[in-house]
């Protein structure tokens, strides 16, 4: 008995750590959505090359396989959504999501939804994440200005390419869900997506909420879970200083994290969120972008008597070890050159997934950071992300945990 609920324990969702041996992860496989980017619109939807998309396809596929081959249970998203709209409600909330009115006008918006209330969950999840553009629109009776002004590429509705970064759109803490509002108007709508999922599907419908996507910007990629109960929030181009905030009085209410360090990052592209210059991969060590190595502060943020007690800066380092209670983050020393490590870390070789404490997925192109990891005793599980990294994201951007077993528990088979 004691032996099967621990079986049944380990796909809980249950989230304490960036390391802890990741058992199951929510994935996007890219579908038709990046088949929409253009020259003229990808930079507005945020990648930096037109994918080549069967490509990208394989090299996802390789990601999962690679993860299940560690015993990770891969979710993927698109199915999640397909079987959540099985309920109305969710259904309703996909086509709200979807369809707006105020830049479609009246009539076609009217028709758009009708039709789209008749149209099989798999095609609904399929226009509302690829998008539809407006010859693709049903045909209707009487004349439009809107469709007549519109050209026939234009889009109805948006694709959102950027859907293949699930980190950012939800993290979950503990046993709750934080559903991320996110900063860019490209990605706006994937918090309607997570929101449903995690709303609707059979599965998560009974986890508790630790943040809305109303609330003020946060992107999961800025959160790192450094240990139980200490949690940085990068603090940047995406996550601002009130959402960085009001996550942090959240997660103390709800009794999720004693410490939470608010970490300023660039406002660049480069380093749009905390895990773009360091992620964790080894209970006490981070593989980080050298140039921020020296220069990385954070705030620490605690509760105090029902109110927020707010200390620092003082060096991010220093600041997570006293949290964590270790003497010492260790930092993987790429020793790189700074022209290679500027090189490395856009290309996310500081973006790595750890499927376990001191093992990680990692994109072989950076062979450099990747060769230093190893150096340090980290196995490195490469994967090839020639076009998958066009939007910008490597592993860890591109994998929503959704259960780790708990530091200490390794001996626990995956199911
Ligand atoms: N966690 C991450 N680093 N995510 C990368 C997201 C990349 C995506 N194109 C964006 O600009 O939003």
């Not at 998008?131 to 002004?149: I, N």
């Not at 009085?249 to 709800?254: G, I, K, N, V």
């Not at 856009?346 to 499927?355: F, P």
Request: proline share 6%; hydrophobic share 45%.
């Amino acid at each position: 008995m004691f032996v099967r609920a621990r079986l049944r324990d380990v796909t809980r969702p249950h989230v304490q750590s960036e390391v802890g041996p990741l058992t199951s992860v929510v994935l996007h496989r890219p579908g038709s959505e990046l088949k929409r980017l253009t020259p003229r619109n990808n930079d507005q939807l945020l990648f930096d090359a037109i994918p080549w998309v069967d490509r990208a396809q394989e090299e996802h596929d390789t990601f999962a396989e690679v993860l299940r081959g560690r015993g990770v249970e891969v979710l993927l998203l698109r199915d999640l959504l397909t079987e959540a709209l099985a309920d109305a409600r969710a259904r309703a909330a996909a086509v709200h999501a979807g369809v707006d009115g105020l830049r479609l006008g009246r009539d076609v918006a009217d028709a758009l939804r009708s039709h789209l209330a008749d149209v099989p969950d798999a095609t609904l999840a399929e226009v509302i994440i690829g998008g539809m553009t407006f010859e693709e629109l049903p045909a209707a009776e009487g004349d439009s200005l809107v469709r007549r002004m519109h050209r026939p590429h234009d889009f109805a509705i948006e694709p959102i390419p950027n859907l293949l970064f699930t980190r950012d759109s939800s993290v979950w803490i503990g046993d709750r869900v934080a559903i991320a509002a996110l900063a860019m108007p490209a990605r706006r709508r994937e918090s309607a997506i997570t929101d449903l999922i995690y709303a609707y599907h059979p599965r998560f419908s009974h986890a508790a909420r630790a943040y809305g996507a109303h609330s003020a910007p946060v992107e999961g990629g800025d959160v790192l879970l450094l240990a139980p109960g200490v949690v940085a929030i990068g603090v940047g181009e995406r996550t601002t200083p009130a959402g960085a905030e009001s996550l942090a009085r959240s997660l103390f209410a709800d009794d999720l994290a004693h410490t939470v360090l608010a970490v300023p990052i660039e406002q660049t592209r480069a380093s749009m969120h905390l895990d773009t210059v360091c992620t964790m991969v080894d209970r006490d060590a981070v593989v980080m972008y050298p140039a921020i190595q020296h220069s990385l502060r954070a705030y620490a943020l605690r509760p105090k008597d029902g109110e927020l007690d707010v200390s620092g800066p003082e060096p991010f380092l220093d600041a997570a070890a006293e949290a964590m209670g270790i003497d010492r983050l260790r930092v993987i020393d790429t020793g790189l050159d700074p022209v290679t490590a500027e090189r490395e870390q856009w290309e996310d070789g500081n973006n790595t997934l750890a499927v376990a404490p001191g093992v990680v997925v990692a994109y072989e192109r950076n062979a450099e950071t990747n060769t230093r990891l190893e150096e340090a005793g980290i196995e490195v599980l490469r994967i090839s992300g020639s076009e998958l990294g066009s939007g910008r994201g490597g592993p860890r951007c591109m994998s929503c945990p959704v259960s780790r077993a708990r530091l200490g528990d390794e001996g626990i088979p995956a199911t």
